[in-house]
């Protein structure tokens, strides 16, 4: 069984009501939900969440909300890796344990469906246990620079100070989209991101973290844009 769980609980302070706040005219949950619909590969979508005005929107786009989350995984402190360990446990309890996890942030709005079944043919294809979504740094980070106690910049890695950019290798940073995971693996390491992680990469123009209301601004800009250029739909 393939399971999609899009974590969402309440209580988000920066962005108050963030998972189901209107982003360019749906609750932003759901554009997570309808790409994990438009896959056809899940045989449940789970929404694992705390609160009850987060489950009915999940509900009424065709989403499942069978549990309520546990106060403990809950809080702001709470990482990703327990909530999905949570729900296929309880998945596996209820006799019903599932093959293959999609873990899919439900403030994700840019992801897209075809990158979803990319990353499911390359974890069963490869036989690997995880797969995630990725993106590339706009700028070598080997060339960072850092502001010192008293002020003034240093480089984090001076020994590039002379290399030219194209020679430095490429980086890559987490899109904060999308985990799929084996899950026997995963119930037995707990962790997202395995030692045989292969990645899905995504264009940075489909990748924006949504962490603050200029951020949320800046990702309504960048949806919008698209729209238009795809003439009213990003997928």
Same mark, same amino acid.
């Given at each position: ?156 890695? @001076? ?8 020679? &430095? @290798? ?27 992680? &292969? ?13 603050? @209301? ?22």
């Amino acid at each position: 069984m393939n399971v999609a769980i899009i974590p969402a609980r309440a209580g988000s302070k920066r962005i108050p009501g963030k998972n189901i706040k209107s982003f360019v005219g749906k609750p932003i949950i759901v554009w997570s939900i309808e790409a994990a619909k438009s896959t056809g590969i899940f045989d449940r979508i789970i929404v694992t969440t705390d609160s009850q005005k987060i489950a009915n929107v999940a509900n009424k786009y065709g989403a499942e909300t069978p549990f309520a989350r546990p106060a403990d995984l809950s809080d702001d402190h709470t990482p990703t890796a327990p909530v999905i360990y949570h729900c296929l446990d309880w998945l596996r309890e209820q006799g019903t344990p599932a093959d293959y996890a999609c873990c899919i942030y439900a403030t994700a709005p840019f992801v897209q469906a075809a990158f979803i079944k990319e990353g499911y043919d390359l974890l069963v294809a490869r036989k690997v246990s995880s797969v995630f979504s990725v993106t590339t740094f706009p700028f070598p980070i080997l060339r960072a620079l850092r502001i010192e106690d008293d002020g003034h910049l240093s480089m984090l890695w @001076p020994e590039h100070e002379l290399t030219r950019s194209n020679d &430095l @290798p490429e980086s890559f940073h987490d899109a904060g989209q999308f985990y799929w995971l084996e899950c026997n693996t995963f119930l037995k390491d707990k962790r997202l991101y395995g030692k045989d992680a &292969l990645p899905v990469i995504l264009p940075r123009y489909l990748v924006q973290d949504i962490d603050t @209301p200029e951020d949320w601004l800046t990702a309504e800009y960048m949806f919008k844009a698209l729209q238009q250029q795809y003439k009213g739909g990003v997928r």
